[in-house]
């Protein structure tokens, strides 16, 4: 992403740095202050200009000038680096894409495109309100220039990209334009909102007199749901308290469909029944008319009402079980920990081990894996590592090398490599500001459901379960309060569709003669058995600190289909930092 970063930290002075933004006093060789973190009367904040770091001994944040930054500006890693290049007056060399805005196409339709859409159902009103035009245009599967019907992706009235279409289903959307919904303008200040899977079902519930209506640029796709012009129009939907998912009556329109209803909230979405033989709106209003389309929007019914569930409302679930089997999680693709446990949307994972066995550690080696194989998003709350040293430990893991320097220059990081990782790794994760955001149980899960809603999160990492601010309400025992709370997170799992895993210290542990831990359980975690009863999966974290052996204990399994009871065993590679099946 950035490709003179060595220059930017170099040229970073770090007391200039802080001193943008808390008043320093020289104390010996270093400076002092009131910890900005934190409140305190005595300051405990001290900058070490020799080591080029800061540490807070009343908190204990430290790191360098750019961790500072991310930390005490909320900002990511990327905006911390041009922070200081902006500062330091450095031009900084960057491979993230700028999007382009194309050229208006003002060509009339012709004779024959204005004959298309007459056998489609619509009319030239219709398509003068949408503004669709024509033009001359290279089109891939024509492989030369043809005439293309243009539909104009408008924002708040500014021209945005533009979606051609030439005969024999030859799509291209304008190369390095911004992914928006079409006809976006047409839903503000309206408190519903119909959301169809393409510009012809668009202009065809238009024809039928339904003006607040958006399609997706790209189709519902056949893989992972990325919904890249949803990141881009979130705030759109706002104010919405009816939102009528019109996708297509196929696999992947139902896929398309449970995407954007977990991304925007299940409680204000709405499916649709389509008339049978009808795969799309356009063909319930060739085949039927308008009046029927009117019908299927006015029959549209809200998503399911949580807690109440008839056997009509899974039976299509259910025969899909019987047909094809259960639903399969998603696997790592980690040799020995599939055979264990894969990973569904709706569940809760909780990971504890023996201090210093690498729970942290492993956990990352997992959720690389599933970002990587199954594009899963992750949005972290780490208490115990400061967000700049967790991404490169993200990093090492999507490379497969050490971050920092080692004796063999092989085993570690190069450029092209850290260019790629923390692309990667910028493109997969998230994290909460620990420092700035409500860290209570309910805290938390408000920020993650933000989060979910407009970043698209599939996986939630909290880390570890004590640091969370636990207000215990007067008259609860600790074992109340705990089963409450893992109830509220396994609820929240459950209506996002995230996964997620809860990192918890078990209660001191005695060493053995030999000076190791015993294997932690589930009911070593300190505070209460629930960390057993009332997770969907319990992963061990074992390391043999004598052989150098990392032993991962799968000791619950909610699922049959999603795994079962055992452990697996992995050498951890000092030189790369990796695992290694044995």
């Not at 500062?87 to 208006?104: A, F, G, M, Q, S």
């Not at 040799?335 to 504890?352: K, N, Y």
């Not at 000076?515 to 932690?520: E, K, L, N, S």
């Amino acid at each position: 992403m950035i490709a003179n970063i060595e220059e930017i930290k170099s040229a970073a002075n770090i007391v200039d740095v802080i001193s943008d933004h808390v008043k320093l006093k020289k104390s010996g060789p270093n400076y002092e202050a009131l910890c900005p973190f934190h409140n305190e009367k005595t300051p405990s904040f001290k900058v070490s200009t020799s080591k080029g770091i800061y540490k807070c001994f009343g908190c204990n944040r430290s790191g360098d000038a750019i961790d500072f930054l991310m930390s005490h500006e909320n900002i990511d890693y990327v905006k911390a680096i041009r922070y200081l290049a902006t500062k330091y007056n450095i031009d900084i060399k960057e491979d993230r894409k700028v999007y382009e805005k194309p050229l208006p196409r003002l060509e009339k339709l012709q004779p024959l495109t204005l004959q298309y859409f007459e056998k489609r159902g619509i009319s030239n009103y219709t398509l003068l309100r949408l503004g669709v035009t024509e033009s001359v245009e290279w089109m891939p599967k024509a492989n030369k220039e043809v005439p293309a019907i243009c539909f104009n992706y408008i924002k708040d009235g500014e021209l945005i990209n533009i979606k051609f279409r030439a005969k024999d289903k030859d799509f291209r959307l304008h190369k390095d334009s911004e992914l928006i919904f079409y006809n976006l303008d047409s839903i503000k200040d309206e408190t519903t909102a119909i959301i169809v899977e393409g510009e012809i079902d668009c202009l065809s519930l238009h024809e039928s007199g339904f003006y607040n209506v958006v399609s997706v640029p790209n189709g519902a796709g056949t893989g992972n749901q990325q919904l890249k012009y949803l990141d881009n129009c979130w705030q759109y939907f706002e104010d919405k308290t009816q939102i009528i998912l019109f996708t297509d009556n196929d696999e992947a329109g139902l896929r398309l469909r449970e995407e954007i209803s977990r991304r925007l909230g299940r409680d204000r979405c709405y499916t649709v029944e389509y008339p049978e033989g009808c795969k799309d709106a356009n063909d319930v209003l060739l085949k039927h008319g308008k009046p029927m389309i009117i019908s299927v929007i006015e029959q549209a019914k809200i998503w399911p009402i949580q807690g109440v569930i008839t056997v009509d409302d899974v039976y299509s679930t259910v025969l899909d079980y019987y047909l094809n089997g259960y639903p399969k999680a998603a696997e790592t693709g980690i040799e020995g920990l599939d055979e264990l446990i894969t990973f569904a949307g709706g569940m809760v994972t909780m990971v504890t081990g023996a201090p210093s066995s690498g729970k942290s550690e492993f956990l990352d080696y997992i959720i690389t894996r599933l970002a990587r194989k199954h594009d899963w998003k992750f949005s972290v709350c780490s208490f115990e590592n400061p967000t700049a040293i967790h991404v490169t430990k993200l990093m090492e893991k999507f490379i497969g090398k050490s971050f920092n320097f080692r004796k063999d220059h092989n085993h570690r990081i190069n450029e092209d490599e850290f260019k790629e990782s923390i692309i990667l790794t910028d493109n997969y994760f998230s994290f909460i500001h620990t420092g700035q955001v409500d860290v209570t149980i309910q805290g938390l899960l408000h920020k993650l459901t933000e989060v979910v809603k407009k970043k698209g999160v599939k996986g939630v990492v909290i880390d570890p379960w004590n640091y969370i601010e636990h207000k215990i309400p007067n008259g609860y025992t600790e074992t109340q309060y705990i089963s409450e709370s893992l109830s509220l997170i396994r609820e929240f799992a459950i209506r996002t569709d995230t996964h997620v895993f809860i990192v918890a210290h078990p209660r001191k542990l005695q060493k053995d003669h030999t000076g190791q831990y015993p294997i932690a359980t589930l009911y070593d975690i300190a505070g209460s058995a629930h960390f057993f009863n009332k997770t969907d999966n319990g992963l061990s974290i074992h390391r043999d600190h004598i052989k150098g052996i990392v032993t991962v204990y799968c000791q619950k399994i909610r699922f049959s289909f999603h795994g079962s009871i055992g452990y697996t065993s992995f050498n951890f590679d000092t030189f790369t930092r990796q695992y290694i099946s044995v």
